[in-house]
């Protein structure tokens, strides 16, 4: 698998981890959350304005709530002068239920909200990196059964 699609398995799998953890609150969602790259070096001072313009991974996890937010797996609003964050951040119903199933494939009597929780505490394992791919798939499947029906 590409390495672009396995780094969106992971921040998405730490995403659905956090916002599954916090519901039904809305959360600020911070991109430093869900990257090791340190932001600063993508500051850059304008008059007395900071704008930062993302590159790499943390761009890619921007994109990744960014594009959760437009399949409507997640609600939320873009910090769009600085791009380190968004605010406001809960799951929608489609992203709940979904994080919510328990499917026969996975052998577990966790949903699959509680066990990318349960990764996402230790994601330095090579297993916990490859199980984020897997329910991620799941997920995103689910949410797409909830659109399309069976």
């Known amino acids: 698998m590409s390495r672009n699609i396995d780094q969106f398995n992971e921040a998405v799998g730490k995403i659905f981890a956090k916002l599954y953890s916090e519901f039904p609150n809305e959360i600020t969602l911070q991109i430093s959350e869900f990257t090791h790259e340190d932001l600063d070096k993508y500051k ?49 119903n489609k992203g709940f239920v979904a994080l919510g199933a328990i499917p026969d494939s996975l052998h577990s009597t966790e949903t699959i909200g509680d066990q990318l929780v349960d990764i996402a505490k230790d994601t ?27």
């Open 44 to 92: 850059t001072e304008v008059d007395v304005f900071v704008i930062y313009q993302l590159e790499g991974h943390a761009m890619l996890v921007n994109r990744s709530i960014a594009w959760l937010i437009e399949e409507g797996y997640i609600k939320g609003e873009p910090n769009k002068l600085s791009q380190l964050d968004f605010s406001d951040c809960r799951l929608t």
């Open 124 to 150: 330095a394992i090579q297993q916990g990196k490859d199980a984020f791919g897997s329910l991620v798939k799941t997920v995103l499947a689910l949410g797409s059964s909830c659109i399309t029906g069976p």
